[in-house]
């Protein structure tokens, strides 16, 4: 069965910091990748995503992620955060033949000001 | 830009009650998904549809829970003889049609259910 495993339930840095969140995922075929954010109060909204090509994608407001095939890994980066970025992240994945996207647990980010 | 929307915002009812959500997608997606989220964990698939047709169900919808989109527009999930464990924020989803399930699905505020 496929899982998604996110190292961090809650990271906690000042503003300016680098950030990078681990996020591993646990299928045998190909996939594809997402990241979304979750503001507090607000809907569920995608950061970024792969499904071909170059593995390091470049998503809103400065993230970026890197898709590792031989780690089974898609972490979340950004070389200096805000604020503002103080929320939930969740990786997910799907299948590329079902539309059924497996959440990890999401990791807090807050940023101190 | 008019989002998915979901209504109601907050249901509260009591254990045994049915209960109905609404979720009216983005105008020119085909795809509709249904996901369960509680406190501490990520959201949790439940059902999908392109247009009318239901084309998949997790296991966690057992046989109290029922949903459909008959006309391939909106959809509703219908919950009977609510349980404590229904307590949980639903969240659908919708996205436009492709090959390889590659299209990013674009989600709404959700209906948070309590169960007194």
């Known amino acids: 069965a496929q899982s998604v495993s996110q190292h961090n339930h809650h990271v906690i840095l000042s503003e300016a910091a680098s950030l990078e969140l681990g996020c591993n995922y646990s299928?045998?075929?190909?996939?594809?990748l997402f990241w979304y954010v979750q503001y507090p109060g607000q809907h569920l909204q995608l950061l970024l995503k792969?499904?071909?090509?170059?593995?390091l994608v470049k998503g809103i407001k400065g993230f970026e992620a890197e898709f590792i095939k031989s780690k089974f890994s898609f972490n979340l980066r950004k070389p200096s955060v805000q604020w503002s970025d103080t929320a939930e992240y969740f990786c997910?994945?799907?299948?590329?033949?079902?539309?059924?996207?497996?959440f990890g647990k999401g990791t807090k980010l807050s940023v101190k000001p | 830009d008019t989002g998915v929307s979901q209504n109601p915002r907050h249901k509260i009812t009591k254990r045994g009650q049915n209960v109905t959500f609404r979720c009216d997608p983005i105008?020119?997606?085909?795809?509709l998904y249904w996901y369960r989220q509680t406190l501490g964990q990520g959201p949790e698939f439940l059902t999908y549809?392109?247009?009318?047709?239901?084309?998949?169900k997790s296991r966690l919808l057992s046989d109290r829970f029922s949903a459909e989109r008959p006309k391939g527009s909106f959809s509703t999930l219908e919950i009977q003889r609510t349980e404590q464990g229904d307590s949980a924020m639903y969240l659908c989803?919708?996205?436009?049609?492709?090959?390889?399930?590659?299209?990013?699905?674009?989600f709404g505020d959700g209906t948070r259910l309590s169960i007194l």
């Open positions: 997910a994945v799907n299948a590329r033949s079902q539309g059924n996207l497996i």
């Open positions: 792969y499904f071909s090509g170059d593995p």
């Open positions: 549809f392109q247009n009318e047709a239901q084309l998949e």
């Open positions: 299928y045998g075929g190909t996939v594809n």
């Open positions: 105008s020119e997606h085909n795809r």
């Open positions: 989803a919708s996205s436009q049609g492709g090959g390889a399930w590659n299209q990013p699905q674009h």
